[in-house]
């Protein structure tokens, strides 16, 4: 018997606004504990919330780059809850009334074809707090209020995943989507993006959906590709074996790749939404969303064919650089004023990439800066170093924060292109290497390759390469 998989996504993305969604208590991260919070955030008798235009304004422009309907006009509600990170007991968010409705996300899925991911809403709410627990067992939990207020989108989908990798390449368009609009960081590390993933399964064929099973704040895509493998496995097996599966919420363990059960869910909890009394109806106009449609950035998927028309790159290339609006942005800045933009690409992908890779760090946290790095090409191109010593130069760049012009001067790395000095080098070489002079004249080609290495050994890696191929082959010719 062959079972389908259904897997739908619930995203929370805290919006990047400078203050809280309905007070103006900031919303940096990582400040001493509860020192951001103010009777509106806490909830205390007689605070009124205001709403935050900017939160409002962010909202829109993700639901317009998600592809969504805006709402005219949409509704806060209560949503009522009791747990010690919610000092109201309920939440501020949307329901029957939400902000953003009916959008959508394209992906390729396994086989290359693109596929249409619908979004069920994306709606406002303001965030909790922070459960901070004890390393010793039965320790003490501590409560941090900051993150009570923060706004968050929350974007729903409809259950049209199939697969934990499209899973994944879902999350992973709608992160950069939100980034290129602007709206979030979407860093995970800090909270800013957390996913709740629904899965089911079911024989093929049928129409309706197997027991819900729900894995609660993954902060990791990767993690929630291994936790829909695992759960796929663990509901087969299961079902295969004629047990039944129960309505639960799970958690994934890191250390074992695997979900554990966290409680069961017998039915749908009733959260008690209704329209919240201190906040007034929000209306908005059509003035408004044209302004911010206006305004919108390009959008990632633009952007790539961009780079592949524009620059002559390859779909592959500019995939990877677009994957990031800042490596995107680096690679164009880079790019500037110099007539080989698929020089500057290749560099990016291997040599910048690895730096970023090895220092753990963000590109716009890297010393060299697109400017410094089309200096350093600009210096290839003229001819005053060549691409080995360039790699060092780059390097020494990465460590020190100099240009590359300094860095040659200091060093002496200036590529010798007199012809006069290389002639010397070359000669040596031909007579310290007569067998495998013999070697090349006899049909070895590789023979050519080791002479020029020799060559370039001597110099340091200092010769002109152009140079030393053309006098090698015109004394050994002679």
Request: aromatic letters at 8%; one cysteine or more.
């Amino acid at each position: 018997m062959n079972y389908e998989t259904i897997i739908g996504l619930e995203i929370h993305v805290q919006l990047n606004t400078r203050s809280k969604t309905f007070c103006s208590c900031s919303t940096r991260y990582g400040e001493r504990p509860n020192s951001h919070t103010c009777p509106v955030c806490l909830g205390l008798p007689g605070a009124l919330p205001v709403l935050n235009e900017e939160v409002l304004r962010k909202g829109v422009t993700a639901g317009i780059a998600l592809g969504c309907d805006i709402a005219e006009n949409s509704v806060f509600a209560w949503k009522n809850y009791f747990y010690p990170d919610l000092p109201k007991a309920y939440q501020i968010s949307q329901f029957e009334f939400p902000l953003n409705k009916n959008g959508y996300v394209l992906i390729e899925d396994e086989n290359g074809r693109e596929k249409k991911i619908d979004l069920t809403r994306a709606h406002l709410e303001e965030d909790a707090g922070k459960l901070i627990h004890d390393e010793v067992p039965k320790g003490p939990s501590k409560v941090d209020y900051n993150r009570c207020g923060v706004p968050l989108l929350e974007i729903v989908t409809e259950p049209d995943i199939r697969t934990p990798e499209e899973a994944y390449r879902f999350l992973s368009a709608v992160k950069e989507i939100l980034q290129y609009t602007g709206v979030s960081e979407c860093n995970m590390e800090k909270g800013e993006l957390r996913v709740d993933v629904n899965i089911s399964i079911r024989q093929e064929g049928e129409e309706r959906f197997g027991v819900k099973q729900e894995i609660k704040n993954m902060n990791s895509f990767a993690n929630v590709k291994r936790a829909l493998e695992y759960e796929i496995k663990r509901q087969t097996k299961i079902l295969r074996s004629g047990g039944v599966l129960s309505q639960e919420t799970r958690l994934f363990n890191t250390n074992k790749n695997a979900t554990v059960s966290m409680r069961a869910k017998e039915e749908a909890h009733d959260y008690r939404y209704f329209p919240d009394p201190d906040l007034v109806p929000v209306v908005i106009k059509s003035d408004f969303i044209d302004e911010i449609r206006q305004k919108l950035p390009e959008l990632p998927e633009a952007r790539r064919a961009r780079f592949i028309a524009r620059y002559g790159l390859t779909a592959y290339d500019s995939e990877i650089l677009c994957s990031s609006y800042r490596i995107a942005n680096y690679f164009e800045e880079a790019c500037e004023n110099f007539s080989n933009p698929k020089k500057i690409a290749n560099w990016i992908l291997s040599e910048v990439m690895r730096v970023l890779k090895e220092e753990k760090i963000e590109i716009d946290q890297c010393k060299v800066t697109p400017q410094m790095l089309r200096e350093l090409f600009d210096l290839m191109e003229g001819g005053t170093i060549s691409g080995k010593i360039a790699k060092e130069v780059f390097d020494n760049m990465v460590s020190t924060g100099k240009s590359a012009a300094l860095i040659v001067e200091e060093k002496g790395l200036r590529q010798v292109s007199d012809r006069g000095e290389i002639d010397i080098v070359v000669n040596d070489v031909l007579i310290e290497n007569e067998k495998v002079v013999s070697d090349y004249r006899a049909g070895k080609k590789s023979a050519f390759g080791y002479l020029v290495g020799q060559v370039m050994k001597k110099t340091e890696g200092k010769a002109n390469p152009k140079l030393v191929n053309e006098m090698l082959k015109e004394k050994i010719e002679k």
